[in-house]
Nanobody, 121 residues
Framework: QVQLVESGGGLVQAGDSLRLSCVASGSPKRIDDMGWYRQAPGNQRELVATITSGGSTKYADSVKGRFTISRDNAKNTVYLQMNSLKPEDTAVYYC???????????????WGQGTLVTVSS
């Protein structure tokens, strides 16, 4: 069964950088779009960035020019490089992936457990 395992969150100061990683474990058959979402306290979950299996990317306006999403298809892993972090980037960041495995008969939409990013001013 495919699961998403995230890593890389933590406490940083404004202006610092952080890199998040998320691996789809459990030998998936195929992973299509992957992405990162975030949810700050009291707010709804929002899209941060997505990337297709072919490498096409999309970003929220609030992170354009500061965050970079990338993936390693051979490792079923997606990354989020976050530079010039701001206090308003503080949130729980969730990995998302869509695809198939060898067991489940329907299309999968997966979420990671979330990793906390805290940016102090």
């Amino acid at each position: 069964q495919v699961q998403l395992v995230e890593s890389g969150g933590g406490l940083v100061q404004a202006g610092d950088s952080l890199r998040l990683s998320c691996v789809a474990s459990g030998s998936p058959k195929r992973i299509d779009d992957m992405g990162w979402y975030r949810q700050a306290p009291g707010n709804q979950r929002e899209l941060v960035a997505t990337i297709t299996s072919g490498g096409s990317t999309k970003y929220a306006d609030s992170v354009k020019g500061r965050f970079t999403i990338s993936r390693d298809n051979a490792k079923n892993t997606v990354y989020l490089q976050m530079n010039s972090l701001k206090p308003e980037d503080t949130a729980v960041y969730y990995c998302n992936a869509e695809g198939e495995d060898y067991v489940t008969p329907w299309y999968l939409v997966l979420w990671g457990q979330g990793t906390l990013v805290t940016v102090s001013s």
